[in-house]
């Protein structure tokens, strides 16, 4: 056993699998037929997709529709679209104070700042570390895992984190202290606290980005910069001639990607921030989504499921324009 | 000017040496061919000239001017790569246009030469197109109008016509030659395609396991390879070897037994062997003559072209294969046995140990050549 290499084990275990995977899936497929073979293996998916994205998607519809605090739809009155009359309800968009819901508005600001300075810091760093990454450094699987690795934790793990690291008493503070800098109480301050709301999302996040455009950098032919070394073009000149038109693609994805998730932006912040604190500077539409239906006991499931129909709409058209751009890059 | 002088230029990768003290002068103007078998160091030593490549020992120069430490840019070099290397996201004439825009050449330049390499290589309908919209020939065509518009002092080919069709590579073949004529500026190109080589080349480079084994005119190389893989490499088919002794030494030249009663003559220098020393007698397939008496030619098969017919088979009794050429119509029977004979003075003789030619009789030098 010792001298089996990882690889091999891997290799021996897929086929021991489809050893014993066989003669069942042979007995099924004189069963059905093998026209319908596809759809039974699509079956499970397709049921739990139905089951956990589809249905609750039909039913927070619905829901936006019904007033009352009652949990069952039967129980509910139907109110037409009085949930989002309410929602968009407002004397000036630009003052959320002038709103029926102004925390909705307060919420809708905070999340467009939010994406804009997430977006493009993320793609930002995103791109200098896979240029950087890019070249023939040595240790480059090192450092492509290090900055993969927060993709991995949990975003309440990372909240935590950052709260410990940037508390009152936290490691922060007490290195400043060392250099002679005065402590500053990051999360409770406004500018500070959305400042690292953002550097949390862009530590959290920038892996995965990196690991998009560092697959599309490296899908460019090494003799395109040959070539350009010839033709006598200049370091920047590559960049912004060759380089990025090349990468293109990828970075209109990454735009998309990190636009969509970035309006999604919840758990991490609301852990960091204390529910969004100070006051209302951290509070995002997910997290008034999750306030009207569930916290402090508000129970306003159609002005919540109004508010998430709204956003899945915003959301629903930005995945169209990257289906669009996907399909694209194909062809 | 595009002369190019290397001096014991060494390459190696890691503790792999790649090339091994190459010397190497070209003249500017000439059309230079460097040949061999793959992974021989071609195109290592082309990226070397280029600045694509470091060098771990040597000297290089263009023009008289010492390149080793500039950058590609700056050695007024040009190449064709084997993959283009187009820009895929310009059009033709922006690909044209990138190098010049870079060295700050003005608008009304730019276009004037972009407009005279589009006509010159007839791709002036293309020119609003992106490469992808191009065949493999246009392509080619657009590569190597990249390669002009530049103005080089030398133009570096690698294998550019690899990917084209048989047809189109000999039609591009014959129109890079003609350019060449044109433009009159050094081409080094390589390729392990000997035919490209001897059609093309003024001078070949035979490159050989990072060593150059011989450089020359085509025919020069034909007719007095300096070694046994030259004589191999060039020529197809190949030259044919014979095993043999050297059983006389007279003032005209050498007589070699190789068996069967019947003793060659070779018009090599009489100085340059002595009795009994083993050497490998070598013969092109279109430099036998068939006779009454020689070498019994046992014939097994024949490939007929039409004008020309090559017999393969054996020496009676021996197993190496021996390939004769005929012009026109001739069809042996298999098993047939011919009478084989090495035409005068066309025999290059070889020492088996050290791979060398041994010299010709100085009076005999210049043979008339005979075109392959
Ligand atoms: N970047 C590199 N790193 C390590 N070894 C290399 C590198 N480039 C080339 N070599 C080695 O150098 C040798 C010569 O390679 P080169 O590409 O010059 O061959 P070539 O004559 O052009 O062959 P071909 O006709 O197949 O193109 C080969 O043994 C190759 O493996
Ligand atoms: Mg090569």
Redesign the interface.
Known sequence: MSTLRLPQIGERALDLVMGIVEAPINGLERLMGRKRMPYLFLAPNLVLFGIFTFLPIAIAVGYAFTGGTELFVSDRPFVGFDNFRQLLECEDYLRPGSCRESLFWTAIWNTLWFVAFNVTATLLVALVTALILNRAIAARGFFRAIFFYPVLLSPVVIGLIWKWFLDRNGLLNALLQMLGVPPEIFLLEVGWSRFFVVVVSVWFHMGFYTLILLAGLQAI?R??Y?????????PR?TLL??TL??L?PNLMVVLILLMIRSVQIFDEAWVLTNGGGPGTANSFIVQYIYQMAFGSDLRLFGLASAASVLMGLVLLALTLVQLRLGRKMES | MGNLKLENVSKAFGALTVLHDINLAIEDGKFVVFVGPSGCGKSTLLRIIAGLEDISAGGIEIGGRDVVQLSPAERKIAMVFQSYALYPHMSVRKNLAFGLENLRFKRSEIDARIMEAARMLAIEPYLDRKPRQLSGGQRQRVAIGRAIVRNPDIFLFDEPLSNLDAALRVQTRAEITRLHREIKTTMIYVTHDQVEAMTMADQIVVLNGGRIEQVGSPLELFDNPRNLFVAGFLGSPRMNMLKGKVAAIGEAGVTIDAGFGSPLTAEIDPASTKMGQAVLAGVRPAHFTLADKGLPFIAQYYESLGTETYVYGTLEGQTEQIIIHRTGHFAPGTGERLFITPAAGRMHVFDPETGLALPRAVEQRSVAHEHA
């Open positions: 032919p003799d395109l040959e070539a350009a070394a010839i033709d006598a073009a200049s000149r001639r060759i038109p090349l293109g």
